[in-house]
């Protein structure tokens, strides 16, 4: 039998989100129950809540960047006890059969996509899934992420379930490591992850923005330095001289700056997601030197395991800001400001008096 759930939810595309009462199903066979902790707040989460993107069910509990603690577990369960630190990500369910599921990239899953963690079917209980922004949730097993790293650091473990792996995947499946020159576009949530995991990687860092305040920032996170994208002269220094750069930026921008610092057989690979399309690149950036223009999607579960158990072992975690339920409209409003280090992070403690 279902059983009842709290959590915050956006009415319409509109309205403001607020209080919302629904149902989660009882665990099943092969299903963990988690008492949710923390829930990072994600650039896709207002692109979803405000219906920025299409297809958004309402009303709709977003959130993907989920830790907890396991409260039960179905007869079936083998990973988990009761008591566990656990992560949920980006996805729920997959249809586990599918070439790229059996390859363990279930984000990418050819048969029925890969179920959001919100806003996507929902299997048990029909209609669609709700997210995060909530009291708890219910799993399958194979969708749950192990979290070794200490109790104290679960608020900033958060924001590795979309922003790490988002980044994580891409370097690792470009084989990012030492004596490789390596760029991040945008110092934001993706961006400050994507810094740190490719230092910790043993590459040389340089971090792109349009705002030369962040340079100290940058270094501090692992950058040797920070490049004015704006600066011609700066870029010009550059030239032909990554080996792969990591895109972050979320909205449309010109893409060739980027292109022409890459060496022969480089790859730049697109992680942001702009609402409008980015201006067409020239063909002949990529010609000339054998060029790569990429995307990534998140990561694949295994993977996900691989990039936690990466960060436990490298002492990273996000930068975060924590806010209580009832401040997620002001985290919103800022987040479009760039207003944020770099993460949101709610403290579902709160969402009882909220």
């Known amino acids: 039998m279902p059983t009842p759930a709290s959590g915050y939810a956006a009415p319409s595309a509109a309205a403001p989100l607020a209080p919302f009462s629904f149902e989660r199903r009882d665990p099943g066979a092969t299903d963990v129950a988690i008492d949710i902790l923390y829930c990072g707040v994600c650039h896709s989460d207002l692109h979803t809540a405000r219906g920025e993107w299409e297809g958004t069910l309402y009303p709709c509990v977003p959130g993907h960047e989920i830790v907890g603690r396991v409260t039960a577990v179905g007869s079936d369960v083998t990973k988990f006890t009761v008591g566990d630190i656990a992560g949920v990500g980006c996805m729920v369910g997959s249809c586990g059969h599918c070439p790229s599921c059996d390859d363990g990239e279930e984000q990418y899953c050819e048969t029925t996509g890969m179920v959001g963690t919100y806003n996507g079917p929902d299997p048990v209980l029909g209609g669609y899934t709700f997210g995060g922004y909530s009291d708890h949730i219910v799993v399958d097993e194979g969708f749950v ?147 790569h223009l990429a995307g990534s999607l998140i990561g694949g579960i295994a993977e996900t395991q691989e990039m936690l158990d990466f960060c436990r072992e490298h002492g990273l975690t996000a930068d975060i800001e924590t806010i209580r339920m009832d401040e997620i409209e002001t985290a919103y409003e800022r987040m479009v400001k760039s207003d944020v280090k770099y993460r949101f992070v709610i403290d579902m403690a709160t969402l009882t008096a909220a």
């Open 145 to 291: 992420l192990k979290v070794t790293h200490d109790e104290a650091d679960l608020a900033a473990v958060a924001p590795l379930l979309c922003a790490g792996i988002t980044t994580y995947s891409p370097l690792r499946h470009w084989k990012v490591g030492p004596g490789q020159k390596v760029g991040i576009v945008g110092l934001g949530g993706l961006g400050h992850m994507g810094v740190k995991i490719a230092a910790a990687m043993g590459a040389e860092v340089y971090v792109f923005s349009t705002s030369p305040n962040k340079r100290d920032d940058a270094k501090r996170l692992g950058a040797t330095d920070l490049i004015v994208s704006k600066d011609a002269d700066a870029m010009a220094e550059h030239a032909n001289s990554f080996d792969f750069i990591l895109n972050t930026v979320a909205a449309p921008h010109d893409l060739d700056q980027f292109l022409m610092l890459l060496k022969r057989d480089g790859t730049m690979t697109l992680v942001g997601v702009p609402a409008e399309p980015h201006p067409s690149p020239s063909v002949g950036n990529l010609v000339f030197r054998r060029r």
